[in-house]
């Protein structure tokens, strides 16, 4: 039997789950987002054409798309989390069949009216797996290790067809957001520590043979980026001017000399940041991060104040993983990590990143919506 509170929680209508929507949290998102399209009408030389205007179609209908996530049973992500998985694992085995190749690596694939980079759709389906994995696993049964093979294998899998694609950053952001679910799941710091040893022991093998010469490269630029200025170290050294060059209050909106002059590469993905920082300075930088900060704070709020094992893991997967966009963006601007092509979310233009985020969000709006319902461990849907 439910709880009374589940059983209310369950009978409430669509007009009830939206009252308890977390409106104050779609307003931070719509303000870092408007952050975005500000800095796309800027790359663009002061049009919302070609960027800024298709963002915001995007983000509304992510919007849309995140409102319908929110109000569905949660009952219903549990039961369907493996099959999401598994549409998209064969996404991916797609475009390693038959996907085309942008901007040097085949990511996408084509379905029709518009392209699809699954490997960002992983990034939320992998969560969306292992929290219906370890929902219907106790503590004590954790302590048992073939019982990690399977979500193992659930990471592995899909990391491995990434890496082939080739895109490093996006493997990174699942390895990494995966831990973090094994670690809120009770997996012991021993078998962290075990699996990190045999990740170093094996570093030399995945530089020789995994890595491929431009990911090599990029690591040695990250080391050292002067030693080739006009090559492999150029884009850094340039997001480093343009960062020191906005000072505490910046040169002003559409007065970036580094993005509109065109010395800043990819200023309108992977390096809008360090376009902010230039025109906005400190000040500006600080406030996106601030932004940021709050919506992080709610994410890990939300997450933490849900009754049900499989919100919690959920809500801290799509939180990790909302945080992993923000670091890896930022920290690779600022040349702290390897360049690895992350974009910094809900500002750097990007359909399929977009949505993937709006899309674990709505995830979040639902753990909130249901953070009353009890769901038994070995459910799969059903009521208990």
Known sequence: MLHNNSFVQSQMTLREKLAHMHWFFIILLCLTASVGFAMLYSAAGGNLDPWASRQIMRFALGLGGMAIIAVTDIRLWLRYAYFVYFIVLALLIAVEISGFVGMGAQRWISLGVFNVQPSELMKISVVLALARYFHGVSIEEIE??????????????????????????????????????????????????????????????????????????????????????????????????????????????????????????????????TMLAEEFGLVGGLTLLGLYIVILFYGFSISLSSRNHFGRLLGMGVTITFFLYIFINIAMVMGLVPVVGVPLPLVSYGGTAMLTILFGFGLLMCVHINRDLTIGRRDSGDDY
């Open 144 to 273: 048992r290790p073939s019982l990690l093979v399977p979500p193992l294998l659930i990471v592995a899998v899909p990391a491995f067809l990434i890496l082939r694609q080739p895109d490093l950053g996006t493997t990174m952001m699942i390895v990494m957001a995966s831990v973090g679910i094994f670690f809120a799941a009770g997996v012991k710091m021993w078998k962290f520590a075990l699996v990190g040893a045999i990740g170093i022991a094996s570093a030399p093998v995945a530089w020789f043979y995994v890595l491929r010469d431009y990911q090599r490269a990029r690591i040695m630029t990250f080391i050292n980026p002067e030693s080739d200025t006009l090559g492999s170290g150029y884009h850094i050294i340039q997001s480093k001017i343009a960062l020191g060059s906005g000072g505490v209050f910046g040169k002003g909106f559409l007065m970036g000399t580094q993005g509109h002059l065109n010395f800043l590469p990819e200023k309108q993905t992977d390096f809008i940041f």
